[in-house]
């Protein structure tokens, strides 16, 4: 197994190692629309050759990696236009790929002799699944087209972060409480598969708590000194 590195990871700090001792960073490069196949190649030059801005990544990286926030570099240093991307992405993952997988195994795991609760079970977890679908959607068509217009140049006074902030809802929480009732009340002969997909449940639960740990300490703070620049000079 390759050795931890310890602190945070740099520009010069090698791709494949990163992969290697953290292979959750798949899906941070996933989301950044990143290749594999970079050799040897250092974290900027596999950024540089995929168009993707080496601090912004590392930032997101080192964040969801080594839990560290970097105090001594502005927020107006990460690229907005970046950060969109990966949170655009990570919500098709959660939306499109992740949650309808999720049901599909949860569906297929299910005991048949408990057609009642099982119909519970569903109907709560497509409820979860929808609140999902409301909470992204938001910053989809609200969020986002807001701060491409700061970057554009285009302040709209009638909104600003400010208003996400109020609204950001922590959206794993309704997940949790999910797979605490299915642990504590489903009974069922075989575990192997109710196993299987509790265990992603669990992924997906710490995923979306990651993905929002981006947007409240990368992305909001990155905005707010946005909103603080004239118009003119933008990102």
């Known amino acids: 197994m390759p050795k931890l590195k310890i602190g945070k990871y740099k520009e010069s700090d090698s791709m494949s190692n990163l992969i290697c001792q953290n292979y959750p960073a798949l899906l941070v490069l996933s989301r950044f ?3 594999l196949g970079f050799k040897d190649k250092s974290i900027g030059e596999v950024c540089h050759d995929n168009n993707v801005d080496t ?9 969801l990696l080594c839990d560290d926030v970097n105090h001594n570099c502005s927020n107006h240093s990460l690229f907005a236009p970046s950060l969109i991307l990966y949170l655009h992405n990570s919500h098709d993952y959660f939306v499109n790929y992740r949650l309808p997988d999720i ?12 057609k009642d609760l099982n119909k ?3 109907y709560y977890f497509d409820e979860y699944v929808s609140e999902v679908r409301k909470h ?34 922590q959206i794993e929480a309704k997940l949790t409480e999910f797979k605490n009732i299915m642990i504590k009340y489903y009974e069922t002969e075989s575990t192997n598969e109710i196993d299987n997909v509790l265990f992603d449940i669990f992924n997906c639960e710490n995923d979306l708590a990651l993905h929002n740990s981006v947007e409240d300490k990368l992305f909001v703070p990155a905005i707010m000194e946005l909103e603080l620049k004239k118009p003119d000079s933008a990102l």
């Open 33 to 35: 629309e990143m290749k």
């Open 55 to 63: 601090k912004t990544f590392l930032a997101i990286i080192n964040l």
């Open 103 to 114: 049901r599909e195994k949860l569906k297929n795991a299910l005991t048949q002799d408990l």
């Open 120 to 122: 519970a079970v569903l």
């Open 136 to 169: 992204m959607s938001y910053e989809e068509k609200t969020v986002f087209p807001y701060v491409r217009s700061l970057i554009e140049g285009r302040k709209k006074i009638r909104y600003n972060i400010g208003i996400f902030i109020k609204q950001h809802n």
